[in-house]
């Protein structure tokens, strides 16, 4: 389960003011403060679960007087029916977080879902699938972390570990005259040292001039599978190889069958379908 | 075009900084400081323009010397190829904030392109399609704005800006012994005076009840289109209706033939396919 | 009591802070870290309470420590000498909260003994008296629940929870060429589904314009309690009617006997008297 | 004029914030994007100005588009029907900030014209009037900027600038067994060697002991004026007299003429009536 | 201890988003999330301790499962080997938050520990060792906090607590035509009636004139000690003095001997040596 | 340069808030707000420049009237006397501003300064030398620029950016059985991909049993010179190596001897003299 950090906080809290959670004036007319209530956060739709223990904290932060008891961890399976978190105290606050609740744990869970129908597809070969810096501005670490519950793996968490040497900072530097080869020469010199150099090819012969380069890792980009493969081949022993590009459920395999080590798929975070979950209320 | 407000300032300064744009050690290997560019954002996939002005923003928070010119305006179509934004200025700015700036762009442009869908779908009905506070938390003011770009209309801002009485308020009440009308009557009551009282109904036994408590508008839950006409006939004169629940592109517009005034959606921001749009960098 | 959410601890802290609180000289000279005291907040004049909670908020901000016990509760009457809390622990955090306590029971009390005099003087007329959104800056939760305590309601909380249609933005499309009727019909037919649509009136034609433009709501802006009279008569049925405009404590019972609905007072909250409230230290 | 630094814009933004400024939907609904405008803000009662630049700021910062040229200037006096402001730029930008703007001016000028009547009211005698830390939390630097606008002079600013030992630290040592003198004593050896010590004292006996102690000021409370001038005798050319306590506008001439160099005077901030200043659109 | 405080928390949780301590990937790796740990923070050099209660609170703010136990208190002297805190819970959250925990209480006990070598360096004589605002920016209360647990005081905590009459300051007036001691004088009648006036003299004769204008203190700067002795002298029973400029530990002692109120030493807390103080993990 | 983005200014306006800069009692007192003035920072010993435009920010948040033009660059080395910054504009602002831009400017160019000499020491051989995560808590950005201004380069921004088994993670993992081997082999696996695994030994034999593992690079913590060469030898072609513990310009120069690649210093950042720098107000 997700660590409630002052990170997560702040996510939580900018949610509910957003939604002027404290000043809901349907609750406020009809329900008196003293009631009492129970709810139970439950699956309407199979999938993985993500964000129990964030969700969580949008009702205590509401109201401390409210528990949330999770019945199922991150990273379980669900089925339509399945209990995921029981609420109980003030039924006002019940109320008022509700939405807010759902819309975290519905984007999460649908990550962790698409994910793991991904990492499905590749099963019996060795590639892991990875997310990529295509986040919802905000909820980086909330996206990243349902990647995992998933069954995948972070690619980079921001600009900053990792070095990935992408078309355009090829072409900055072939405007002024410099090789693809050296450009990669020269990350390697210069990267902090801690740092693996990653380089985004597009054909077997960039990928050829990358590592003479020395790059440590290429990315495959837009490669059909043939050329992925060619690129595997020559990259062995010498360097790792990530498939990226537009792959989707239906080609993820045969992109796995080159021998790639990691296949990187923004859709698991920039189109996220929500998971059905919702709250019944037992007063 | 949106205008850049502190609010959405807030919202690109946390996307850049939850990516450490400022410290990207790639292009600080790579790119001299003196080293100037352009770029081009352009559409890769058909669809409707939301965020040009806010991913224009994302680059001038990066580097005040980085200008972004529109060449497209929020809320037009888009053609594979079309350009956007024209970006120019130091070359290392246009790298660091790329990514952040699509994410948003390309976000709210997918918002934007499947709220055009609907509106589409409903042509020749006075229907509306609004969307549902089932935002991603932290973005809700830009997802609502995408919904007005594709043609669509706002539902609630927050909790705060309309009474409506859930399934679960009606639950709570019910458990103190207060009828679906008593209810209606008590939020018709007490509700600050500038704001409609909106009732979730889901039979038209239930609609009929909100009306003689004087409901000032029903929401029509994931009833059948025969349910609905009927409700839709029997609130004629008396209030508005709003249908809600499960709608898709494919049962939309049966929905809006039953004369409903207004159509919510969930799926519009909770379930957002990014629509595809990239840089070119041009050294 | 008011639920001390995040909302209100930032007034606290951001009131702390100011203060420098935490940075005490004379306290730091004179009390030593580990002398425990106890202290009791009362009342020197008669009054309304609001802000107890708030006002124990303080003290447990600056300390842990220290806690808070409520006699009274808000919303109740106060006479001179009645305890309304009784803090306990380290007598350096009872020191260095006490004014900053201070000043906002007394506030919130102030306003809420004025309201409750408004309140009074209506007694037996159905009008309901409310705030407006002239609050003191960064205190506007607050001061609107002090409203609530002194027995009155709330008018908008911001700008986006009600349509009000006021006179400069008459003036606005009248230079545009639109009429009173028209402007009001065109924000009929705009303005979000949930939200009423009140329109500032000076005169009786203006209010019948109105109501022909479909207002929800008439503000009776100013006017004499004749004209007043003839403009609830008008509405009766159609609309609500709201008076507001340089209204006093002499006046407003003569406004009530026009039979408007409302009655809304600037001065509740932006002439605000402070109740006289002090603490008593017990060592 | 106040210049308007970060701590002021952050009054300013949390104002708009607030009132959900940027999301009105009355002006979105009426008034179109490109419309322009001006507005005069003016005074309609007699009083002093304060917050001409602090208005301002607010309309730049709701669009920067909106300019604000000031007619008078912080400290002026003011006459019915005197502009103070002159706004341009886009309609909507004026309609949305107006009553935010509106806010702070008038408090600000509220607070000026009440201390420019006690000024006015002790003319002749050497005596300052200050204010107290009895101001609006969050306002505290507006106000007393605004007391400086009306003629009076700042007490401390924060906890942090002065010691002032009051009638609950002596109380605090007493119950060690801690005389007056020597709480002075102890407070005058210990003390940050920059600030001076005041002791508060209520009976000319303790004035005597605090002066023994070695204060630097005495804070004569709520004294009758008898006591007050022999107190301020005992202290001539060995420290300076402040006058505190409920004093109003009838007593303050009374209380100036025993000859303290100052008298604080809570009501300055804590019980402020709102200048009448508003705003006429000009299409 | 030092109280933890919202100013403080602040600290602790910027401190820790800037390292990303809750996205560390190498514990991630290697350590599971239930297994649990202590771990001793212990000095590795003889010095003073300061931060124990703030390097406590950087363990839990890690992780609210981690228990900081103090065994020794701030003030206390540190020889190698001594342990200062017990840290317990999930070795997880020790290891994260190590680093950010060493930095705070390494910087707080090296100023402790320097400051304790000029006090004791004065030993004897009445001088007191005071530190500057030439700290760390945005560190200011901690680094202060640790001046007095090595036995020194404060001088001002801000540009607002105290009047500081410096040589830019008397040039700025200069320019104007205005002498120094009618410098002082202006501020001795203008400065908030709290605040002493300080003054910064080079000369004797400078001395002369600033006590002539009624200067409480004298910064005797950058003075040689026979100059120091005479200034000395000629304030004694008129104003208190104090030393600054260019103090060492080998000079100290020679300045203490004038007889100065006062001696503030920049360097206590602009060139800080960090005490060596290290975290042993015991699995 | 180092570009003035949203993190310094967070850093800047804290400083000057801290200072409460704005509310300087002293500047208000004797410089009329419409003096003009100049002023020079400029170096009062020798060394190397770091954060000229980070204090030349300072200035202009303080007051936007105030401009600060560079006269040297970052980087650039200093003699006694040499201009850094001309400072122009309202002679207010430049007095409150001067110590918080000092506090800045000299802990930098004090880091700077000393980076410098252990560059120095090593010239001549490949080793770099690089910072450590020992920063002031708070102001790593601006510790690590000053690093690079003075010829050294970072080792790890933050926990993310790089793999780093260090001896207390071995020790929590060998107590659960693990071997250091096993450990790193571990790391290595599931590192994310990015990033490079470094390890902590100090021995010959850890060392040894590290590269069996597949670390990329040692970290060689307080071995003696000989040991340090044999594990360098052992390391050629398999992996880095990184000196660390205890190294100071005595010691760096027979450290660089024995070939490692880099030697990181954690004193560079801990343990920081403020450089002499001042600003001399020429009215």
Redesign the interface.
């Known amino acids: 389960m997700l ?1 409630i ?3 997560i906080l702040d ?17 406020a ?3 008196p403060p003293d ?1 009492q ?1 129970r ?1 139970v956060v439950l699956a309407k739709a199979p999938g993985v679960l993500a964000g129990a223990s964030v969700a969580g904290a949008v009702f205590s ?3 401390p007087a409210l528990t949330a008891q999770a019945v199922k961890q991150d990273g379980e399976r669900l089925r339509p029916g399945d209990h995921i978190l029981h609420i109980e105290g003030p ?1 006002s606050g ?3 977080a ?3 609740a ?3 744990i ?2 999460m869970s ?1 990550i962790a879902t698409l994910t793991s129908l991904y990492v499905k597809a590749v099963e019996g070969y060795p590639a ?1 699938i ?1 997310d990529t ?9 909330l996206d990243k972390y349902a990647v995992r519950m998933g069954g995948g ?17 090829i ?6 005259g410099v090789s693809l080869r050296e ?1 990669v020469e ?2 390697v010199k ?7 150099v ?1 380089v985004e090819v597009e054909t077997v012969e960039q990928a050829r001039e990358a590592l003479e380069g020395g790059a440590h ?1 290429l990315l495959l980009d837009n490669m059909n599978v043939e050329d992925m493969a060619e690129a595997v081949a020559l990259a062995k022993g010498r360097a ?1 190889t ?1 498939a990226s590009g537009g792959i989707t459920l239906e080609t993820v395999r045969a992109v796995a069958q080159t021998g790639v ?2 296949i990187s798929v ?2 698991l975070t ?5 998971l059905d979950i919702s ?5």
């Open positions: 660590p950090t002052r990170e996510i939580v809290d900018r949610a509910l003011e957003e939604d002027l959670a404290f000043h809901d004036p349907t609750t007319c009809l329900v009631q209530g709810a932060r509401m109201d039924a019940i109320l008022r509700e939405r807010t759902l819309n975290l519905q984007r649908g892991h990875v810096r295509k986040t919802a501005p905000g909820l980086r670490y793996r972070n690619h980079r968490l921001n600009l900053a570990d990792g070095i990935l040497v992408k078309d355009n900072h072409a900055a530097l072939q405007a002024r450009t020269r990350a210069l990267a902090p040292h801690t740092l693996k990653e890792i790792m990530e080590d990691i923004g859709a920039h189109s996220v379908a929500a709250l019944d209320f037992q007063p």
